[in-house]
């Protein structure tokens, strides 16, 4: 005999009993615990898509009154998803089958902020995961000249003036947006502490962490492990950039012994480098095509560049996107109201209404992000036939490096291939090439590991909300080598001008996906048969390939991600040697550009 809860029983059993006394009675078997999660999953699902469909009219129509259906909706998935996780508890002694224990784990692991049990925090927290991100999508910054900017319009004029003054007023007008956001931010954060706290995990980081198959603090060693193989060459490169970037601003605002100011660098966020490429370019070698301008010189429309994704997958053998896709998607920003223009991809019902969320520019950028959403898509669909709790990727960075993986397939032979270019560049170009990519993938790789780290800071209490500011750039600055343009006091919450902050999305995700992409791409061009260097091959109409691939998305969540990596290369770890492998020459290369630089920085903080 055993005594549990008598309000559980009530649930379990479906009888109705009052008052929270405790009873003795038999001990639940397996087959209750089967019973319950297949109960639980069919619940979940139902409030999981109707919280899915209020997002969509949230993010795509910023009202007050979407802002408020979404919260509710999302109060109802938290709630239910609380009380069943504190439920399953009851089958923690039970001898289960690998499968049902799996499914009790996740279930507990299945949400991205935990919320307490307390039906009036449980309001509370969904409020305000709802008023964040609406914060966000609204945000405009508007000049002395009157002109009024988006996030969009912003993050075009970062990428492309290279007058200093001007890219420090868009840098600093963007940052206006999160200040008010900074009370609900740390009352946020304090709920889902709580909630994490209850579900037996150290704090809402220890949560995070533990969503990849192994303990927190385990995960965290691994991070550490895998960054350490590709310090060196983030290193040569932001070297290199740094110098190059002290030639067009002056090294009085470029300092060469110091971190690089978070302006000049192409991107709002300085998470990646790719538009300063003209910059940092070899000189003697001049690119013969750029895909920005073959975007527009073709006429290629929003659409069409969907289209042209959706074609990659197809050859592999992986189908056409439903009609629905094509007429429930927000492609591009609407005119006429406010919406979330951050990318996203949507799995509506969890079988085929399937979405993207974009405000597409035609540009080079967008190409691959158009492509890195597909991926979540085809992913969605691989594992449409398991049940709720499986229905995921085998970890956060797998949906995040699917598209990205196929994205390293647009080389110059897949373009002249479907006609974009006439002639495929020679030998000479790969450098260019690869620094084009490695102002993408390897200047992010610093980055997509901070984001976390900061927020582990802050959410083991090590960062208090007076000091969030201080800690946000110190950390950038250790690990990018990336300074602020200026002090920066705590009058400012510069981490909440990210969007997946105020979004409460992890961001330990894309460095895993950064990572894994070239795991995935070496194994994929292996499998074709390719001989060429691995930044030379596409998979592109490989249906062997595409088999491959997607008998690995198909296994959705249901076993631990290292078997599902396994099931692709044999491996069983994250591991970037392929990553390496793909920019070697580049590291050699940027080393001989550095000779006679000082590389590194020192850090202020
Ligand atoms: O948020 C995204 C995707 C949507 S899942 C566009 N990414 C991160 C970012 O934009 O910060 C992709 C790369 C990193
Ligand atoms: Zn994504």
């Known amino acids: 005999m055993k005594t549990i809860n008598k309000k559980l029983v009530a649930s379990l059993c479906g009888l109705l009993l009052a008052g929270q006394t405790t009873i003795a009675m038999a001990a639940p078997t397996p087959a209750d615990a089967k019973a319950f999660i297949d109960k639980a999953e069919k619940q979940l699902a139902k409030l999981s898509e109707n919280r899915f469909r209020a997002l969509w009219v949230r993010d795509t129509f910023i009202t007050k009154d979407s802002q408020e259906i979404a919260a509710s909706a999302v109060e109802a998935f938290m709630a239910a998803t609380v009380n069943l996780a504190n439920e399953a508890n009851a089958f923690s002694d039970v001898q289960l089958d690998d499968q049902t224990r799996r499914k009790l784990n996740l279930l507990k692991l299945s949400l991205s902020l935990p919320a307490p049990s307390d039906p009036a925090k449980i309001n509370e927290l969904s409020k305000l995961t709802s008023k964040l991100p609406g914060m966000y999508g609204k945000a405009k910054y508007c000049r002395p000249s009157g002109e009024c900017l988006y996030e969009g319009d912003m993050s075009e004029i970062i990428g492309n003036s290279r007058n200093a003054d001007e890219l420090l007023e868009v840098w600093k007008g963007w940052r206006q947006v999160s200040p008010p956001m900074r009370k609900d931010y740390a009352r946020m954060m304090e709920l889902a502490n709580e909630g994490a706290r209850e579900f037996g995990y150290a704090d809402l980081g220890a949560y995070w962490r533990s969503k990849y198959d192994m303990s927190a603090s385990e995960f965290s060693q691994d991070l550490e492990r895998v960054f350490g193989q590709v310090k060196p060459l983030y290193e040569a490169l932001q070297c290199h950039v740094r110098a190059k970037l002290g030639e067009t601003y002056g090294t009085d605002i470029v300092n060469q012994k110091e971190a690089i100011p978070a302006h000049l660098t192409g991107n709002m966020w300085a998470q990646d480098w790719a538009n300063v490429y003209d910059l940092v370019a070899p000189k003697q070698i001049k690119a013969s095509y750029d895909l920005t301008s073959i975007i527009k010189e073709k006429g290629m429309t929003e659409k069409d560049m969907v289209k042209s994704a959706?074609?990659?997958?197809?050859?592999?053998?992986?189908?056409?996107?439903?009609?629905?896709?094509?007429?429930?998607?927000?492609?591009?920003?609407?005119?006429?109201?406010?919406?979330?223009?951050?990318?996203?991809?949507?799995?509506?019902?969890?079988?085929?209404?399937?979405?993207?969320?974009?405000?597409?520019?035609?540009?080079?950028?967008?190409?691959?992000?158009?492509?890195?959403?597909?991926?979540?898509?085809?992913?969605?669909?691989?594992?449409?036939?398991?049940?709720?709790?499986?229905?995921?990727?085998?970890?956060?960075?797998?949906?995040?490096?699917?598209?990205?993986?196929?994205?390293?397939?647009?080389?110059?032979?897949?373009?002249?291939?479907?006609?974009?270019?006439?002639?495929?560049?020679?030998?000479?170009?790969?450098?260019?090439?690869?620094?084009?990519?490695?102002?993408?993938?390897?200047?992010?790789?610093?980055?997509?590991?901070?984001?976390?780290?900061?927020?582990?800071?802050?959410?083991?209490?090590?960062?208090?909300?007076?000091?969030?500011?201080?800690?946000?750039?110190?950390?950038?600055?250790?690990?990018?080598?990336?300074?602020?343009?200026?002090?920066?006091?705590?009058?400012?919450?510069?981490a909440g001008a990210k969007f997946h902050v105020p979004g409460s999305v992890s961001y330990t995700r894309y460095f895993v996906a950064d990572i894994m992409q070239f795991q995935f791409h070496k194994a994929l061009c292996d499998i074709a048969g390719n001989k060429d260097a691995l930044h030379r091959c596409s998979i592109y109409g490989n249906q062997k390939a595409g088999t491959k691939l997607n008998d690995m998305l198909k296994m959705g969540m249901s076993q631990p991600w290292p078997q599902a990596l396994k099931a692709m290369n044999g491996q069983t770890q994250m591991d970037a040697t392929a990553m390496l492998e793909y920019f070697a020459p580049l590291q050699k290369w940027l080393d001989k550009e550095n000779e006679g630089r000082t590389c590194g920085w020192q850090n202020r903080n």
């Open 310 to 494: 959706e074609d990659f997958f197809v050859s592999l053998g992986m189908g056409k996107l439903p009609e629905s896709f094509w007429t429930r998607s927000q492609f591009t920003k609407p005119q006429d109201r406010d919406v979330v223009c951050h990318a996203s991809a949507e799995d509506i019902d969890g079988v085929e209404d399937l979405r993207i969320k974009m405000c597409i520019q035609r540009n080079a950028e967008d190409f691959k992000v158009i492509h890195h959403e597909l991926g979540h898509l085809y992913y969605f669909r691989a594992y449409q036939n398991h049940s709720h709790l499986f229905k995921d990727s085998a970890n956060g960075g797998f949906h995040e490096a699917i598209g990205d993986a196929i994205a390293l397939s647009i080389t110059p032979k897949y373009l002249k291939e479907i006609g974009l270019i006439n002639k495929i560049p020679g030998a000479e170009e790969d450098i260019p090439a690869l620094l084009r990519m490695a102002l993408d993938k390897v200047a992010f790789l610093p980055w997509g590991l901070l984001v976390d780290k900061w927020r582990w800071q802050v959410a083991s209490g090590e960062v208090k909300p007076e000091n969030y500011n201080a800690a946000w750039w110190k950390l950038r600055e250790q690990y990018q080598g990336i300074k602020a343009p200026e002090h920066r006091g705590e009058e400012h919450f510069d």
